[in-house]
């Protein structure tokens, strides 16, 4: 009865902006990330 | 249309830090998405093909008319995150996990996904394994239906997330592979079912209780990559690794993961040592290492809560057993 699904390691969005040296800008512009923005909106 | 569309809105998560995906179909015939696989949700949704924005023209779109099995729901979302907004509708369909099938499956379509985070994400789309109370309203979550319809003994899933491979992680339903953990489960009830959230008893460095004192609350969740907390006992541990904030981030000494000790999670009178070689992650990209830990902002939050993302779930197999409501963790392989 046990269904395996394989997981792949990605590059995270993270990972990804940092590479392209983007992070620092894209952190500035968005300053808040999903769950200081959920703790806001409730 | 000639709906009258009902509206509901659902907050998203930190896409940010997203880092393990797998592969579902939707429809009849199948079409193929990446989800990320994601305890802090409940809500399935991919792109759709009548979605134009940037985040969506690069990856893979649902194309409902190209499927005998879809259905309109005729109701709106919008699904909101950190940093944008994705707006759609929903419909339901044949899902297809594996050998699991979950037939009239409701789950969102996007027409529009406002974000720059999506643009450099690599997976389409998210499956929430979260309990319902999260989801949509109306919708029957997925661990539900296969439940419902058969596809699994148990409601019951549990992920062994590997450590620095791309490949050998696994999320499995309806039972758990005892070849992916050592010793016995250790089983811990749930607060609440809602997220999979948990009592914590204490966060310790050498001895010294540096986070959770009177104890607080931890929610399991493989859609977050960190360790979450709250910024002021974030900023100890920041202190206590030597973490330098350069760019926008906590840049840690590589060298000084040889050093550093284990920091102890207490739960359910039972310590779960992380290592420092998990919660300092080296990039391989840059040879710098990064602290595996962020600071949720103190005036955003009463209570004192952790999110125990990837990092914690790396070294601790973890069960998520919807049944009896409760998460079992031991020594992953």
Known sequence: ?42 | SSYVRKFASHPLRNYLDLAYMGNISIGTPPQQFSVVFDTGSSDLWVPSIYCKSKACVTHRSFNPSHSSTFHDWGKSITLEYGSGEMSGFLGHDTVRIGQLTSTDQAFGLSKEEISRTFEHAIFDGILGLAYPSLAIKGTTIIIDNLKKQDQISEPVFAFYLSTNKEEGSVVMFGGVDKKYYKGDLKWVPLSKPHYWQIALDRITWRGEVIGCPRGCQAIMDTGTSLLIGPSKAVAKIHSLINAAYVKEEYVVPCNARKALPDIVFTINNVNYPVPPRAYVQEDASNNLCYSGFDGIMDTLSESDSWILGDVFLRVYFTVFDQGQNRIGLAPAV
């Open chain 1, 1 to 42: 009865c046990l269904v395996m699904i394989p997981l792949t390691k990605v590059k995270s969005v993270r990972e990804s902006l940092r590479e392209k040296g983007l992070l620092k800008n894209f952190l500035k512009e968005h300053p808040y990330n999903m769950i200081q923005f959920r703790l806001m909106k409730n």
